[in-house]
């Protein structure tokens, strides 16, 4: 198990905030680095939050202008800020378009031979970051668990969610790419990152990322999901993101709000910011 390297830590709300690097397996052994807030506790371990940042971002940005700090510091709650994709991996073209390769992993593992290696950011999420935090005994308790995320990283804790049913107790997502089989930002993700050979339209292999797909095939009647999408979003007018894809669905438990006039920085993300810690407070100190 790797062990963690702490590159800064500043005391902000309740606690600390601190960052660390890891060289990590899921990522070919790049080194990768996070941010994690921690608040004080009274002895016993506080419930997670992971953040999972969008396109360009990286494991500071949510830290900084989300405006989360002193809401999950009141409740006690932790926040991991990992980054959202490999660095330096070297492979061609990563750094040519701001929406695929560097900053813009899409939270998932890459089959295509010519990312796989490096680009396997759901094994670092789901997998390798919890258990090298775990080894780290930084007092968080995994049995308490919830994501939320950004754009990209909306559709992240989304999907994610949506894959391992009981792992996590919530998720929610300001302005996320909510259909990204369909949509361009997914399509180009999709087409790069993974190895499809179903000829249908989308392919297969892209659905099991969809959240709108998983969605409508869940089973389960507990689901605890909150979106938030700004009308005045750029990226909602140009079919980026289509929240409509979530209520079409039709299931219990998933709550799409439309905000008037906001758009798709972060002055919207902190006035929500409050709203969404205290609606996973509600399950994580259930």
Known sequence: M???EKLSSNRVSTGWLTKYKFPSTSLGGLDTQFNIFVPFS???SV???FYLAGLTCNEDTGAQKGGFLNAAGKEGI???FPDTSPRGAGVEGEDDDWQLG???GFYINATAEKWKKHYNMYDLMVKELPAVLKEADLGLDFSRWSLFGHSMGGHGALSIYLKNPGLFKSASAFAPICNPAVVPWGIGA???YLDYKTRSNPPAEWLQHDSSHLLQNYAADDLHILVDVGTGDDFLKKGQ????SLERAGKEGVQVRMQDD???SYYFISTFAPEHIAFHAKFLKA
């Open 190 to 192: 999709f087409s790069n």
């Open 102 to 104: 560097t900053g813009a």
């Open 42 to 44: 009274s002895g016993s």
């Open 78 to 80: 932790a926040v991991v």
């Open 241 to 244: 993101l289509e929240p409509g």
């Open 47 to 49: 419930p997670v939050l």
């Open 262 to 264: 906001y758009d798709h």
């Open 2 to 4: 790797p062990v963690l």
